[in-house]
């Protein structure tokens, strides 16, 4: 069942995502190499807990961190470490969640650290955008793989490889509601978008192929042929007036 939100419950889904942004600017701040994914843990504890938040990675099904970090061929679902550290050239994904009020906010965003190459740059460019050009298919009328067409077809224009195995999702109370929200499929198909739907749309984006496999940890995902991966993801809600990103900064 999909459940829509009233507006005072978006309002404070809006709080909890403005968490989430705040965390993830200043993460943006901080990465740079020689640091190691285990200090961004912690800065990010201490931001969520200081606006009130609770961090709703920690202990969901046993995660053991409070964000996701994952670098280079890690898709999503990397965990910090004191000894994983960052390397001029590499790019680290960072995904945030936290619980406000009794509501979730999730957000993610691949940040380049130092100098990184034409090809890596284009890859956090056009995941990045394939999330936008996703976002504005999130308005009442449209079908739900709208905005999975719309991903899949900037994306793969362009030379890469959306990843098929994880998939973006519904959200409110719980971190994980129906409906999931695919980054590939044919448009006018899956449920009617109607306004109080909150979805987390994240564009998963490989280099070299869509193949993935989940490391011994039992968490992190990587590419299966080694190739670099992106993921960009904002918490969208959707209104009468359009999509309405509460992850936003701004």
């Not at 965390?23 to 190691?36: A, H, Q, S, T």
Request: charged share 25%; proline share 5%; net charge negative.
């Amino acid at each position: 069942m999909i459940i829509r939100k009233s507006r005072n419950e978006l309002d404070v889904m809006r709080e909890a995502n403005r968490i989430v942004a705040r965390v993830l600017d200043r993460l943006g701040e901080i990465v740079k190499p020689g640091l190691d994914t285990a200090s961004l843990d912690r800065e990010a504890e201490e931001l969520i807990l200081s606006a009130g938040g609770t961090p709703v990675f920690k202990g969901y099904r046993g995660y053991p961190a409070t964000i996701c970090t994952s670098l280079n061929e890690e898709v999503v679902h990397g965990i910090p470490a004191p000894k994983r550290i960052m390397n001029e050239g590499d790019i680290l994904s960072v995904d945030v969640g936290v619980r406000y009020r009794g509501f979730c906010g999730d957000s993610a965003r691949t940040y380049p650290v130092g100098n990184i190459e034409n090809r890596l740059r284009k890859l956090l460019e056009v995941t990045r955008e394939s999330l936008y050009l996703g976002i504005e298919k999130a308005v009442p009328g449209n079908r739900l793989t709208d905005i999975s067409a719309a991903v899949q077809e900037h994306v793969e224009k362009n030379g890469f490889f959306v990843v098929r195995d994880f998939v973006g999702h519904g959200i409110g109370r719980s971190l994980h509601e129906d409906p999931q929200v695919p980054n590939f499929g044919k448009p006018g198909r899956g449920p009617l978008l109607k306004e109080g739907m909150v979805l987390a749309i994240e564009p998963m984006v490989n280099t070299d192929g869509f193949g993935v496999r989940v490391l011994d940890d039992e968490w992190t995902v990587v590419t299966e042929d080694g190739g670099h991966s992106a993921h960009f993801e904002h918490t969208v809600a959707i209104t009468s007036q359009g999509p309405w990103i509460l992850s936003d900064s701004n």
